[in-house]
């Protein structure tokens, strides 16, 4: 007889006693029938969507925190709208908080044109809420206390090994991170709204369902600012959330962001970078002088990349005494970051880094010019070592 046959016997000598007690096959039915709902609900519960765990989480805080890292860009700053406004729906209350500057005029256009309210912290201490969520990155840095942060949840479409208690939705693969919160939407079942359908003084952004049209512009900013416009390190992923925010736009405001007007001395400090250029080979450096505005440094330098020939190039400017540098390079053989730490390194207080792509530095011209213990060097010298650095000599 085989196992079949067992069962087979088995069953037959408890099926009768099943017929004949018929309190106990309601019961055996009733629990069965339990245990495959609870089953059921469980499996539904590990399988919902990010969007819908993200906000069942920050559902049952009365209030939280969210970061974004530090010098915010429009990605990073319409995320953290995005989860103000999930946060709203769920009746937690959301702060926002950033260290560092909202530089460059294209991020304080946005903070002004969308009338954002933003809080500057300096350390954790400013942080009022005991909950954190980072939005853009996935470990705090450059402010006091926060390596000591361990974030509620972390969204964040960038390399890195920081983690949430709760929550980690980390996609490498997206252009930006305001993709990954545009998907949350859509999963929790919200659309976008015609910025023509809201009064404004209902206060739109607490109606759940909806997508305020002032978050909408922000992403779809967001997803443009950190792709080129859709042109660089993008997916399907960004296009498809760009595509599902599309009716919200509001279309003036978006111009008014992502077109903002220049001020004349950028525009000067861009004519200086182009005509004092100083091209050898395939390297680029130019002195631009006296500023009035540092974030036109950086403007300038990527400004000069677009030059044919020129694969990597440095921008230096002053202003208040310092000297502050940018560097940008599209050549394999230039680590930009380490080129601009490279020539910083032996000026005292002098500071440098970045990535591959992009370097930044800063040195006092007091200090440049010899109070440190080494001799000094002039800002010739430092234009020479520039070249220096590019060229891997340094
Ligand atoms: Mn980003």
Same mark, same amino acid.
């Given at each position: 007889?085989?196992?079949?046959?067992?069962? !087979?016997?088995?069953?037959?000598?408890?099926?009768?006693?099943?017929?004949?007690?018929?309190?106990?096959?309601?019961?055996?039915?009733?629990?069965?029938?339990?245990?495959?709902?609870?089953?059921?609900?469980?499996? !539904?519960?590990?399988?919902?969507?990010?969007?819908?765990?993200?906000?069942?989480?920050?559902?049952?805080?009365?209030?939280?925190?969210?970061?974004?890292?530090?010098?915010?860009?429009?990605?990073?700053? @319409? +995320?953290?709208?995005?989860?103000?406004?999930?946060?709203?729906?769920?009746?937690?209350?959301?702060?926002?908080?950033? @260290?560092?500057?909202?530089?460059?005029?294209?991020?304080?256009?946005?903070?002004?044109?969308?009338?954002?309210?933003?809080?500057?912290?300096?350390?954790?201490?400013?942080?009022?809420?005991?909950?954190?969520?980072?939005?853009?990155?996935?470990?705090? !840095?450059?402010?006091?206390?926060?390596?000591?942060?361990?974030?509620?949840?972390?969204?964040?479409?960038?390399?890195?090994? #920081?983690?949430?208690?709760?929550?980690?939705?980390?996609?490498?693969?997206?252009?930006?991170?305001?993709?990954?919160?545009?998907?949350?939407?859509?999963?929790?079942?919200?659309?976008?709204?015609?910025?023509?359908?809201?009064?404004?003084?209902?206060?739109?952004?607490?109606?759940?369902?909806?997508?305020?049209?002032?978050?909408?512009?922000?992403?779809?900013?967001?997803?443009?600012?950190?792709?080129? @416009?859709?042109?660089?390190? +993008?997916?399907?992923?960004?296009?498809?959330?760009?595509?599902?925010?599309?009716?919200?736009?509001?279309?003036?405001?978006?111009?008014?962001?992502?077109?903002?007007?220049?001020?004349?001395?950028?525009?000067?400090?861009?004519?200086?970078?182009?005509?004092?250029?100083?091209?050898?080979?395939?390297?680029?450096?130019?002195?631009?002088?006296?500023?009035?505005?540092?974030? @036109?440094?950086?403007?300038?330098?990527?400004?000069?990349?677009?030059?044919?020939?020129?694969?990597?190039?440095?921008?230096?400017?002053?202003?208040?005494?310092?000297?502050?540098?940018?560097?940008?390079?599209?050549?394999?053989?230039?680590?930009?970051?380490?080129?601009?730490?490279?020539?910083?390194?032996?000026?005292?207080?002098?500071?440098?880094?970045?990535?591959?792509?992009?370097?930044?530095?800063? +040195?006092?011209?007091?200090?440049?010019? #010899?109070?440190?213990?080494?001799?000094?060097?002039? !800002?010739?010298?430092?234009?020479?070592?520039?070249?220096?650095?590019?060229?891997?000599?340094?």
């Amino acid at each position: 007889m085989g196992a079949v046959g067992a069962t !087979r016997d088995a069953f037959e000598e408890f099926a009768p006693t099943l017929l004949e007690e018929p309190l106990l096959t309601a019961g055996v039915l009733a629990v069965l029938f339990l245990l495959l709902t609870l089953g059921g609900l469980v499996v !539904r519960y590990l399988r919902r969507p990010p969007g819908k765990r993200f906000a069942g989480l920050i559902g049952k805080y009365d209030a939280v925190a969210v970061l974004m890292h530090p010098d915010p860009d429009p990605d990073a700053i @319409s +995320c953290a709208l995005a989860v103000k406004e999930i946060a709203t729906s769920r009746g937690t209350d959301a702060t926002l908080y950033y @260290s560092g500057e909202i530089r460059h005029h294209e991020n304080r256009a946005f903070e002004t044109v969308l009338d954002i309210d933003l809080k500057k912290i300096k350390s954790k201490a400013d942080i009022n809420e005991d909950e954190i969520i980072l939005v853009d990155h996935n470990r705090p !840095r450059n402010f006091q206390g926060a390596e000591a942060i361990e974030p509620l949840a972390v969204v964040d479409h960038h390399p890195g090994v #920081g983690t949430g208690r709760k929550f980690t939705d980390i996609r490498t693969d997206y252009g930006a991170c305001a993709s990954i919160l545009t998907e949350y939407f859509e999963e929790l079942g919200w659309n976008p709204v015609r910025p023509a359908d809201v009064d404004e003084d209902e206060e739109p952004e607490t109606a759940e369902g909806v997508v305020s049209p002032i978050t909408a512009t922000a992403l779809v900013h967001g997803i443009q600012s950190d792709t080129k @416009s859709l042109t660089k390190g +993008c997916s399907v992923d960004d296009f498809n959330a760009a595509a599902f925010l599309y009716p919200g736009i509001d279309n003036s405001k978006l111009d008014r962001i992502a077109n903002p007007d220049v001020d004349p001395d950028s525009l000067d400090a861009k004519a200086r970078a182009i005509t004092e250029r100083d091209v050898r080979s395939a390297f680029a450096v130019s002195d631009v002088g006296t500023v009035s505005n540092t974030d @036109s440094i950086p403007q300038c330098a990527d400004e000069l990349l677009r030059l044919e020939g020129v694969n990597a190039v440095v921008v230096l400017g002053d202003k208040e005494g310092e000297i502050r540098l940018a560097g940008r390079s599209k050549d394999d053989r230039v680590h930009m970051g380490h080129a601009i730490e490279a020539v910083v390194d032996d000026i005292p207080m002098g500071k440098g880094g970045g990535h591959p792509q992009m370097g930044g530095g800063k +040195c006092s011209i007091e200090h440049m010019e #010899g109070l440190g213990p080494g001799d000094g060097i002039s !800002r010739d010298e430092l234009h020479e070592r520039l070249f220096a650095a590019m060229n891997g000599e340094l």
